[in-house]
T-cell receptor, first 112, second 110 residues
């Protein structure tokens, strides 16, 4: 069965370190997204991609970057981790513009 | 600015006690409204998409409806396994990206 997987599921890192969260999907979807979820907020879009070599900034992109070298993967990099980036991160993919997105299981990141 | 609000923030029901969750939205043009279910420690799981006012979708004990300003998720005779957070999201006409509401946390007690 096609799926979307995130790794690691949990990570603790120190302030100032670079961190990369992995997202891999086997749906062969062109569209991929990264969100963060915090108490009191809905899911907020960090970055998104509509295809290979395409990346775009979302609502809360400062301090984050992504790259899309193939259809299956969209890694999220925190350039210099800050305590404000402690959150649960979700990756998602969708087949086309107006279809539903499929989400990964999430990565809980703690920055100490 | 596109916005989505959901009410109530939390809802506690007895098994079999029907109720409704509300999603109110402001968006310049609506391409679609989506409902997701999220269990603790998991990613959101797609439930429904609604595209135009008056549209309804059903799945087991859940029915979603849409007007020009809001959507309702009706839960009929809920069971404990319906306990979850229900998220609403809108997709504006001008782009592909979703705007999510904060969710309603539903607890169904046996």
């Amino acid at each position: 069965d096609a799926e979307i997987t995130q790794s690691p599921r949990h990570k603790i890192t120190e302030t100032g370190r670079q961190v990369t969260l992995a997202c891999h999907q086997t749906w062969n979807h062109n569209n991929m997204f990264w969100y963060r979820q915090d108490l009191g907020h809905g899911l907020r879009l960090i970055h998104y991609s509509y295809g290979v070599q395409d990346t775009n900034k979302g609502e809360v992109s400062d301090g984050y970057s992504v790259s899309r070298s193939n259809t299956e993967d969209l890694p999220l990099t925190l350039e210099s981790a800050a305590s404000s980036q402690t959150s649960v991160y979700f990756c998602a993919s969708s087949e086309s513009e107006s279809l539903e997105a499929f989400f990964g299981q999430g990565t809980r990141l703690t920055v100490v | 600015e596109d916005q989505v609000t959901q009410s109530p923030e939390a809802l506690r029901l007895q098994e079999g006690e029907s109720s409704s969750l509300n999603c109110s939205y402001t968006v310049s043009g609506l391409r679609g409204l989506f409902w997701y279910r999220q269990d603790p420690g998991k990613g959101p799981e797609f439930l429904f998409t609604l595209y135009s006012a008056g549209e309804e979708k059903e799945k087991e004990r859940l029915k979603a409806t849409l007007t020009k300003k809001e959507s309702f998720l009706h839960i009929t005779a809920p069971k404990p396994e319906d306990s979850a957070t229900y998220l609403c999201a809108v997709q504006p006409n001008y782009g592909q990206n979703f705007v999510f509401g904060p969710g309603t946390r539903l607890s169904v007690l046996p």
